[in-house]
């Protein structure tokens, strides 16, 4: 039998990580390999900053993958709720946290993102949680994933979808 696990290490995200959640919300905006944003616009921006500000907050959790050789940390996965007054991208209720992932580009394709998505998926399971939800822009590949994990389209924004995936039958 092989084994198709990436060659990962995965642990959980601390307050240690907030500065490289925030690089990794910058490869998350830059999906398409073009600097659009640069993380100095993300993070003065309100709406995207809330995504990292102050990590970790009481609700918040999340996963850092690194490269088991080097130690070097290569992706994240967190969720965290955002409140009605200030919604993000992926917004459908305060109970339902907004989850954002990203790998380096070095490291895309390799199973890295799908290792990170599924421990925070079991994480909410394990909280109790009944959904998560996220938004997806238009040609990002990433969104075949995150169909192959359940998550399906609730909602349009612009040039992306709201997608949910319900945690409890």
């Not at 659009?36 to 990292?52: H, I, M």
Request: charge should be negative.
């Amino acid at each position: 039998m092989t084994d198709t696990s990436p060659p990962v290490t995965l642990r959980p995200a601390t307050e240690r990580d907030a500065d490289f959640l925030a690089d990794i919300l910058l490869e998350a905006f830059n999906w398409t390999g073009e600097a659009r944003f640069t993380r100095e616009q993300l993070l003065a921006d309100p709406k995207s900053a809330q995504y990292v500000a102050d990590w970790p907050g009481p609700d918040d959790f999340g996963v850092i993958a690194e490269d088991p050789t080097t130690g070097e940390r290569i992706g994240a996965c967190w969720a965290r709720p955002l409140p009605p007054e200030t919604p993000g991208y992926g917004y459908v209720a305060p109970d339902v946290p907004e989850l954002t992932l990203g790998v380096l580009p070095a490291h895309r394709r390799r199973g890295v993102g799908k290792a990170l998505l599924d421990a925070v998926v079991a994480a909410a399971g394990e909280r109790g949680l009944a959904r998560l939800s996220l938004s997806v822009e238009d040609g990002n590949g990433v969104a075949a994933l995150y169909r192959s994990r359940g998550f399906v389209p609730v909602g349009r924004d612009g040039d992306a979808d709201t997608m949910v995936l319900d945690l409890k039958p």
